[in-house]
């Protein structure tokens, strides 16, 4: 598989099973996101792993914050949710260590960490492993995020579940590059993309 190959193969999947990556497998992965642009070198990226005994006390934590954060949520997304924080094979919290005084805007340092992030999952693709980046209300829970140790001005960008694919994974149709690119010759451009109803 060449590297345009493995980039343009790349899914999102949840059907994840053991093994996740060990721990050298991690340290490599993870060192692609240090590859982002980091503009002003402020290395907002923080990672907080969970495996093993602790999933389930995580998936507790995560019920917790959705009692805080969705009052109104229905049991079975509860009950959903605390299964697959509990079940999936690693997990990890994204952590974003966010610096609102300094020069650099807050929304450059968020998108670093989003870099940062998709490096990941395209690195996980590369190594034979598969994930999916989660997110929802609770990552705007400072309750969860000082739980996981990214106390304000720090927040969360979401959770990574991390894992070996069942089974082929299924990669959907994207869409044509064509729908959401176009050439500028000094007047305002518009795109296909928009144009559908």
């Avoid at 079975?76 to 997990?91: L, N």
């Avoid at 694919?165 to 451009?189: C, I, S, Y």
């Amino acid at each position: 598989m060449t590297p345009m190959d493995m980039l343009l193969s790349r899914a999102s999947t949840d059907r994840l099973k053991e093994p996740a990556p060990s721990p050298a497998q991690l340290t490599e992965i993870l060192a692609t996101a240090m590859r982002a642009p980091d503009h002003g070198r402020l290395q907002p990226w923080r990672y907080v792993v969970i495996e093993g005994e602790d999933r389930p006390l995580l998936a507790e934590r995560i019920v917790a914050s959705m009692a805080r954060v969705e009052p109104d949520a229905p049991a079975a997304k509860i009950e959903k949710r605390r299964s697959r924080f509990a079940t999936m094979p690693m997990i990890i919290a994204l952590g974003m260590h966010l610096r609102p005084e300094h020069k650099i805007p807050l929304w450059e340092q968020e998108m670093c960490v989003a870099a940062g992030t998709m490096n990941i999952l395209n690195a996980l693709h590369a190594t034979g492993f598969g994930g999916v980046w989660v997110s929802g209300a609770l990552v705007d829970d400072p309750v969860l995020a000082t739980e996981l140790g990214l106390a304000a001005p720090a927040k969360l960008a979401g959770f990574l579940f991390v894992g070996t694919p069942e089974g082929v994974p299924h990669t959907p149709k994207r869409a044509d590059p064509a729908l959401f690119t176009a050439r500028w010759h000094g007047q305002p451009v518009t795109f296909g993309a928009d144009n559908k109803d």
